[in-house]
């Protein structure tokens, strides 16, 4: 079974997909394509699982590539499967046809990211904290290096916690300000006594200033659409673990 998954418009003909929960074979709380290694799924469950993801893209589940997330602002270049342990990043680009880059979330903001002229990909795990921190500028970065162009890079803002359920604290706002009082249009108090956070807007806005040709964003809340995996909203059933969306994108 091929899993379904959301496209863009901006990434025109390269291959890449959102993949949310259907057209796996987990059960329970993580039915049914949950990607997520680092879950307690079943392991053999999460390798079909990954493995028709890679399928997807007619290539083999080795070929599925991603890092170990930690919500750094670090992207690393790969032009083949590790051969042993995945590094610690958040960012991965590529110029290697076949390679299939992938990122894991489960309410932070999945980035996919191409200068289809120059050959060059990535995928990006922007989190409040990486994108605060640098990691889509470290990307961008990154593909510029192997040939990219920023004014070529059409990028495509996957399914996240959107701004109506991202309630964050008063710190978590002023630690913005604190940087640049212009991030004020990124809070609204709007949704409940506490600020809440436009997570897609922030890094929509970091990629604009940064040059790229192209935007796409699919507005679908994890947190509300139960189609998709969300840690927020298994933090609020009290769910033991969770599983995670995949993001890909190949060449």
């Given at each position: 079974?091929?899993?379904?998954?959301r496209?863009a418009?901006?990434?025109?003909?390269?291959?890449?997909?959102?993949?949310?929960?259907?057209?796996?074979?987990?059960?329970?709380?993580?039915?049914?394509?949950?990607?997520?290694?680092?879950?307690k799924d079943?392991?053999?469950?999460?390798?079909?699982?990954?493995?028709?993801?890679?399928?997807?893209?007619?290539?083999?589940?080795p070929m599925?590539?991603?890092v170990?997330?930690?919500?750094?602002?670090?992207?690393?270049?790969?032009?083949?499967p590790?051969?042993?342990a995945r590094?610690?990043?958040?960012?991965?680009?590529?110029?290697?046809?076949?390679l299939?880059?992938?990122?894991?979330?489960?309410?932070?903001?999945?980035?996919l990211?191409a200068?289809?002229?120059?050959?060059?990909?990535?995928?990006?795990?922007?989190?409040?904290?990486?994108?605060?921190?640098?990691?889509l500028?470290?990307?961008?970065?990154?593909?510029?290096?192997?040939?990219?162009?920023?004014?070529?890079?059409?990028?495509?803002?996957?399914?996240?916690?959107?701004?109506r359920?991202?309630?964050?604290?008063?710190?978590?706002?002023?630690?913005f300000?604190?940087?640049?009082?212009?991030?004020?249009?990124?809070?609204?108090?709007?949704?409940?006594?506490?600020?809440?956070?436009?997570?897609?807007?922030?890094?929509?806005?970091?990629?604009?200033?940064?040059?790229?040709?192209?935007?796409?964003?699919?507005?679908?809340?994890?947190?509300?659409?139960?189609?998709?995996?969300s840690?927020?909203?298994?933090?609020?059933?009290?769910?033991?673990?969770y599983?995670?969306?995949?993001?890909?994108?190949?060449?």
């Open positions: 079974m091929t899993p379904p998954a496209t418009a901006a990434l025109g003909a390269v291959k890449h997909g959102f993949f949310g929960r259907e057209g796996g074979v987990s059960t329970g709380i993580y039915a049914s394509l949950n990607a997520g290694a680092g879950s079943d392991p053999e469950a999460v390798r079909e699982n990954r493995r028709r993801i890679a399928a997807s893209f007619g290539a083999d589940a599925l590539v991603g170990h997330q930690v919500h750094s602002a670090d992207a690393v270049y790969i032009d083949a590790w051969p042993g590094p610690h990043a958040d960012a991965l680009v590529t110029t290697k046809p076949g299939v880059l992938s990122v894991l979330t489960a309410d932070c903001g999945p980035v990211l200068d289809a002229e120059a050959g060059v990909i990535a995928a990006a795990h922007a989190g409040w904290r990486g994108a605060f921190g640098g990691v500028q470290a990307t961008i970065a990154l593909m510029q290096q192997h040939g990219a162009e920023p004014g070529r890079i059409h990028v495509a803002l996957g399914p996240c916690i959107q701004q359920n991202y309630e964050v604290g008063e710190d978590f706002r002023q630690n300000l604190a940087r640049d009082a212009a991030f004020a249009r990124f809070f609204s108090d709007a949704f409940g006594p506490k600020p809440h956070f436009d997570l897609p807007g922030f890094c929509a806005y970091t990629l604009e200033s940064l040059g790229v040709g192209a935007v796409d964003r699919i507005d679908i809340d994890t947190f509300s659409d139960t189609a998709w995996f840690h927020r909203r298994s933090v609020r059933e009290g769910a033991p673990d599983g995670r969306n995949c993001a890909a994108i190949s060449l």
